[in-house]
């Protein structure tokens, strides 16, 4: 995948229990998508520290049935998510509940279109290019 080594060097910098983001919890709301991360999990060697979880940021049962309660997370990682959700702003704002407060981070990998006209053309070019799986 294209983002691996940009995901890589973003993870370089949690710490702690990282939620995606000791242990990794990923989640992910579409099953396809989590078939493809497992896989990838396994490939790397880190089938016993990554674990998906079925469910969105807002589903608090599954994350508390986990033990993802608010203060409880060191690192929360977004990566390339932001963009699927209606309202980012109240995530954000979740999310920043679940971190630890005296130390948490929050970290983005994300992506948007460009204001400038000619920019957003190449944008619009290579897009389909990076997002093949």
């Given at each position: 995948?294209?983002?691996?080594?940009?995901?890589?060097?973003?993870?370089?910098?949690?710490?702690?229990?990282?939620?995606?983001?000791?242990?990794?919890?990923?989640?992910?709301?579409?099953?396809?998508?989590?078939?493809?991360?497992?896989?990838?999990?396994l490939q790397t060697g880190l089938g016993?520290?990554?674990?998906?979880?079925?469910?969105?940021?807002?589903?608090?049962?599954?994350?508390?049935?986990?033990?993802?309660?608010?203060?409880?997370?060191?690192?929360?990682?977004?990566?390339?998510?932001?963009?699927?959700?209606?309202?980012?702003?109240?995530?954000?704002s979740d999310l920043y509940s679940l971190?630890?407060?005296?130390?948490?981070?929050?970290?983005?990998?994300?992506?948007?279109?460009?204001?400038?006209?000619?920019?957003?053309?190449?944008?619009?070019?290579?897009?389909?290019?990076?997002?093949?799986?």
């Amino acid at each position: 995948m294209l983002l691996s080594g940009a995901k890589r060097e973003l993870l370089n910098y949690a710490h702690g229990v990282v939620l995606e983001v000791s242990k990794v919890w990923a989640l992910e709301p579409n099953e396809r998508s989590i078939r493809s991360l497992n896989r990838e999990i396994l490939q790397t060697g880190l089938g016993g520290t990554y674990q998906t979880l079925r469910c969105r940021i807002e589903d608090a049962e599954t994350l508390h049935n986990v033990g993802i309660i608010d203060g409880s997370v060191d690192t929360v990682v977004c990566i390339l998510s932001l963009c699927t959700i209606p309202k980012p702003r109240d995530i954000i704002s979740d999310l920043y509940s679940l971190i630890e407060p005296t130390g948490g981070q929050l970290l983005f990998l994300e992506h948007v279109a460009s204001e400038h006209p000619m920019t957003r053309i190449v944008q619009n070019w290579y897009t389909p290019w990076i997002w093949r799986t």
